[in-house]
């Protein structure tokens, strides 16, 4: 998953011709796939249910994939913020088959709502991360306005059932640019 957030962080520094966009497209959603079918869900037998919530053995690990797929997404998002288009990542559409709120669902709430609280570490106890057991990495630097500490997408992302909307995806500082042109 690290791998996964790497890569889009490293596409979204980038502008594209159109034709180079829609390959990423391709190669973003195809990503997106691979996450879902091989990280996310369960690994146990083919009749097991696919909205199923994977169990992980180590807490830790599952809070660290899902730090990273919020750093998958946090890339995405940018990469939308910095462009002069609109919405055009494909799976940030509520209607693509691997959208957000979809990926996330597949996570335990708890792990979820663990991951989005280590986004932005407290003062209080700096050395809390560096004392695990397992010493794992994490995600904890989002550079997206829509991954900001009170966004409504990571509010919604923090519910039980996650159901995220046009209104947590909006991309406010767009149409503000908009405004300010016309």
Request: glycine fraction near 2%.
């Amino acid at each position: 998953m690290y791998f996964y957030a790497q890569a889009a962080r490293v596409a979204s520094h980038y502008r594209y011709e159109p034709k180079d966009g829609v390959q990423l497209n391709k190669h973003i959603s195809a990503a997106a796939m691979l996450i879902a079918e091989d990280i996310l869900t369960p690994k146990s037998s083919p009749s097991s249910d696919p909205q199923a919530a994977r169990e992980w053995d180590r807490e830790q690990n599952a809070i660290a994939v899902v730090s990273w797929l919020l750093a998958f997404f946090d890339a995405l998002f940018r990469w939308e913020e910095s462009s002069n288009n609109e919405n055009f990542v494909e799976i940030l559409s509520p209607s693509h088959k691997f959208f957000i709120a979809k990926l996330f669902q597949l996570v335990p709430h708890p792990t979820r709502v663990a991951a989005i609280h280590g986004l932005f570490p407290t003062n209080q106890n700096p050395s809390e991360r560096e004392s695990s057991i397992y010493n794992v990495q994490y995600f904890v630097h989002p550079r997206s306005r829509r991954m900001s500490k009170d966004s409504l997408l990571l509010q919604a992302l923090q519910k039980p059932k996650v159901k995220v909307g046009e209104i947590e995806l909006a991309n406010l500082e767009a149409g503000r640019r908009k405004r300010r042109r016309n």
